[in-house]
């Protein structure tokens, strides 16, 4: 979670400063308070929402702050979805078909990886509809991450389970 405050110059000018909180084993309590100062507020609004989505560059290193993959939010989906039993296995069986997406960033992953994703399924014979429930699940899975600032809020929409027939 990260928050904006406004600062106001003896000039009168205006500055706007992003805090968040990151973990830091090294500190006593755990956690790190960091700060970041921008001249505008879309400026600071665009950091914040990019430190809460776990993309900001850290320092500008193009190190993720807290990057967050598929797979996180794949733990997150099964701790909170309230399902039968019987849903819960099939979804757990069909989660075997996302692990080549599992370590992806999810503020990187596109619509391109995910057809190239579906491609490969279709290539190795997988029957439609077992396809098209992978996407459903991925779709599932992805409604609980944050969209990062600029990006799609679900890339999967970009692609669909209709492939190419089987044994092509």
């Given at each position: 979670?990260?928050?904006?405050?406004?600062?106001?110059?003896?000039?009168?000018?205006?500055?706007?400063?992003?805090?968040?909180?990151?973990?830091?084993?090294?500190?006593?309590?755990?956690?790190?308070?960091?700060?970041?100062?921008?001249?505008?507020?879309?400026d600071?609004?665009?950091?914040?929402?990019?430190?809460?989505?776990?993309?900001a560059?850290?320092?500008?290193?193009?190190?993720?702050?807290?990057?967050?993959?598929?797979a996180?939010?794949?733990?997150?989906?099964?701790?909170?979805?309230?399902?039968?039993?019987?849903?819960?296995?099939?979804?757990?069986?069909?989660?075997?078909?996302?692990?080549?997406?599992?370590?992806?960033?999810?503020?990187?992953?596109?619509?391109?990886?995910?057809?190239?994703?579906?491609?490969?399924?279709?290539?190795?014979?997988?029957?439609?509809?077992?396809?098209?429930?992978?996407?459903?699940?991925?779709?599932?899975?992805?409604?609980?991450?944050?969209?990062?600032?600029?990006?799609?809020?679900?890339?999967?929409?970009?692609?669909?389970?209709?492939?190419?027939?089987?044994?092509?």
């Amino acid at each position: 979670m990260a928050s904006i405050h406004v600062e106001t110059h003896k000039d009168g000018r205006k500055s706007y400063r992003v805090k968040w909180r990151e973990p830091d084993p090294a500190a006593p309590s755990g956690w790190r308070q960091r700060t970041r100062s921008f001249t505008k507020r879309s400026d600071a609004q665009l950091w914040r929402s990019q430190v809460e989505a776990g993309t900001a560059d850290d320092d500008q290193t193009g190190r993720p702050t807290n990057p967050v993959t598929l797979a996180d939010v794949h733990t997150r989906y099964v701790a909170t979805h309230r399902a039968s039993r019987a849903t819960h296995a099939k979804e757990t069986r069909l989660w075997k078909r996302l692990t080549p997406l599992a370590e992806v960033n999810v503020a990187t992953l596109r619509a391109s990886d995910i057809r190239a994703w579906i491609a490969g399924m279709v290539d190795d014979g997988l029957a439609p509809a077992t396809v098209q429930a992978c996407l459903r699940l991925l779709r599932s899975v992805l409604d609980l991450a944050v969209p990062a600032a600029g990006q799609s809020a679900k890339p999967s929409l970009g692609a669909s389970g209709k492939g190419r027939a089987r044994g092509r």
